[in-house]
């Protein structure tokens, strides 16, 4: 299994191209390296553990590559599979019940201001998860 499930580069300018080291793709922006790679689930950024946790299916060694994450949360993964999600709950005399198929993290703030009936500042990203 790859280590990195996908590796997105940044469009190499030409020398003399005024735009170089500004450039940007349609999914790097300005603020990124000129690599982005997003690991494959099982795989981590943070090392090894001390001592090594083998990671299930690999072969026994005592100086292995990788091993089982000592923490969780850690950046690196698509937001979009499943096993990437996190759980919202929301509970009030305003929430109605029902079940969120996805709730995207910008959206928390909007909401919470559109409970407490407060308008949000023109920088706040995302919208309120109700109308």
Known sequence: MPVFDKIYTRPIPELNDPSFGLSTSDFIGQDSGDVFALLTEGYNFDGLQTPVVQRLGDSASSSPVLSIPNFY??????????NMSAIF???GPDIQPGKLEQVRNIDIAPTILRLLNVNPAPTVQ??????
């Open 73 to 82: 949360g850690a950046h690196g993964y698509d937001p979009t599979l499943p």
């Open 89 to 91: 709950y929301a509970a």
């Open 126 to 131: 995302g919208k309120a998860i109700f109308e």
